[in-house]
């Protein structure tokens, strides 16, 4: 079963609108999670590292004041796109480690965001 | 160079024949390799990870070859429900925890 939750699975919304995703954990704490974006044809590119009551780490070229992540507890994190305009519109993923360094991630059902 | 390369495809294989691809990463001190399955519009899913001294799942089998630097994956007796994108998943090094690096995936079709 899953491992990780995402929610919502698809958003369509206006241009300016901010759009906040969850990422849960389940049944597992996660110290970290991650944060993938992955347009059409393309590889997953990470986005950012969610630090469990630290602040994320952000890859380079990714806007921090516009995707802003929140980790609150050991099994959620959120982003939130801020003002999200069209070319913000993708496939958003998160994943998480159930174990140790090396073990593979879980991803979340990733959702879908169309910006009109 | 990427990172991670794998061949895009599509591999169109009939149903019940194997099916194998590569792929290659570019850093030698890679630690951890996995093969992941990713439907249209859905999330990527851990198909098998990848051992050095290779590993079976049922009809896949996965093989890492360090001195050349890549993993293969095969699929044997193919079904119509194994067509997907194959995702070729590296994580660098144990500094840098979950910082995976993706190729863009190898896509199969398994036709009747």
């Known amino acids: 079963g899953a491992v990780v939750s995402q929610h919502p699975s698809w958003v369509i919304c206006k241009s300016g609108t901010s759009v906040k995703i969850e990422c849960r954990s389940l049944?597992?704490?996660?110290?970290?999670m991650f944060w993938y974006r992955q347009f059409p044809k393309q590889s997953l590119m990470l986005m950012a590292t969610?630090?469990?009551?630290?602040?994320?780490?952000?890859e380079q070229g990714v806007e921090k004041d516009k995707f802003l992540i929140n980790h609150a507890s050991l099994t959620l994190s959120t982003l939130t796109v801020t003002s999200a305009h069209p070319e913000d519109s993708s496939f958003y993923i998160c994943?998480?480690?159930?174990?140790?360094?090396?073990?593979?991630?879980?991803f979340g059902d990733g959702t879908r965001l169309s910006i009109l | 160079r990427k990172e991670v390369e794998q061949d895009p495809g599509p591999f169109n294989v009939p149903e019940g024949a194997t099916v194998a691809f590569n792929c290659t990463y570019s850093?030698?001190?890679?630690?951890?390799f996995f093969w992941y399955r990713q439907d249209c519009r859905k999330e990527p899913k851990l198909l098998m990870s990848?051992?050095?001294s290779g590993n079976e799942d049922g009809r896949f089998t996965a093989q890492l070859n360090r001195a050349s630097q890549y993993i293969s994956l095969l699929i044997r007796d193919s079904k119509l429900s194994d067509s997907a994108t194959y995702l070729c998943?590296?994580?660098?090094?144990?500094?840098?925890?979950?910082?995976?690096?993706f190729g863009a995936g190898t896509q199969v079709v398994v036709t009747p």
């Open positions: 994943s998480a480690s159930k174990g140790a360094r090396g073990q593979p991630q879980h």
């Open positions: 049944d597992f704490q996660a110290t970290t």
């Open positions: 969610s630090n469990e009551g630290s602040k994320a780490t952000y």
């Open positions: 850093n030698s001190a890679s630690q951890s």
């Open positions: 990848v051992y050095s």
């Open positions: 998943v590296v994580n660098p090094s144990t500094d840098s925890w979950g910082k995976l690096q």
